[in-house]
């Protein structure tokens, strides 16, 4: 599990980074770029992150709003593909509710790659490695096998994240370009960014966790929280391919 870049938002304001900001009905979208000239200092690697934050009530009145916005973020970083051949993957353990956003998701993300033969349209494979201790197989080397086995144009990946502050949790859906590293408290597994396999990565998540002198703590509303956000991701990856 990744941790939120929304945790080091105070640093980038009181170092006067670049902030983009728009305010919506009810939710708020943040545009962080980190350079080369301050990844050292946030710790964070360089690329775009965006952060779509909202309370309770807003994530559940303001739904299709936040799906619509959503998808304007991810066409941003679909500019370059004419065609894409997208793999999403579901990270997380689907028997732990608050790890289990990624596969929720995927879930409700329709998939037409056994149809390439047949369709126009750009081939979806949905891929969930759920954690080693099923499989025996970290998800890195499983992700590995089939990127080169299908060749997506693309790696969209959803996972639950970590906050270190109560104040970010359960509120924010975060997508940025800069990667993830699956199964993170594993030495074995390895980084997934735009360089590992030469192509695009894209990373959503939603700060599900707390993280609380090395304990980690949920809220009641976890489940309600994915059944919403999972909806809103899946609509919006749904309404991009479909």
Request: positive net charge.
């Amino acid at each position: 599990m990744k941790k939120v870049f929304i945790d080091s938002s105070k640093i980038i304001k009181d170092n006067l980074l670049k902030i983009d900001e728009a305010k919506y009905n009810g939710y708020i979208i943040t545009h962080f770029k980190v350079t080369t000239n301050n990844e050292k200092l946030l710790k964070k690697i360089k690329g775009d992150y965006y952060t779509i934050s909202f309370d309770y009530i807003s994530l559940q009145k303001r739904t299709k709003q936040i799906k619509k916005s959503l998808v304007k973020i991810l066409k941003l970083f679909f500019k370059n593909e004419n065609q894409p051949k997208p793999l999403i993957i579901g990270l997380g353990n689907s028997n732990i509710t608050c790890d289990s956003l990624g596969v929720t998701t995927t879930n409700k993300i329709m998939s037409n790659n056994q149809y390439n033969n047949f369709l126009n349209s750009p081939n979806v494979v949905i891929f969930n490695p759920e954690v080693i201790d099923k499989s025996g197989i970290s998800s890195f080397s499983l992700i590995e096998m089939v990127v080169k086995k299908l060749k997506p144009t693309v790696i969209i990946i959803i996972d639950t994240l970590v906050t270190n502050n109560e104040d970010n949790l359960n509120n924010h859906i975060e997508i940025n370009n800069t990667g993830i590293i699956p199964g993170s408290e594993l030495k074995e597994n390895k980084k997934i960014d735009s360089k590992t396999f030469n192509i695009p990565v894209i990373a959503i998540g939603v700060p599900l966790i707390f993280e609380y002198h090395k304990n980690l703590y949920t809220t009641p509303s976890v489940t309600n929280v994915i059944n919403l956000t999972s909806n809103i991701i899946s609509e919006a990856l749904n309404d991009i391919f479909f």
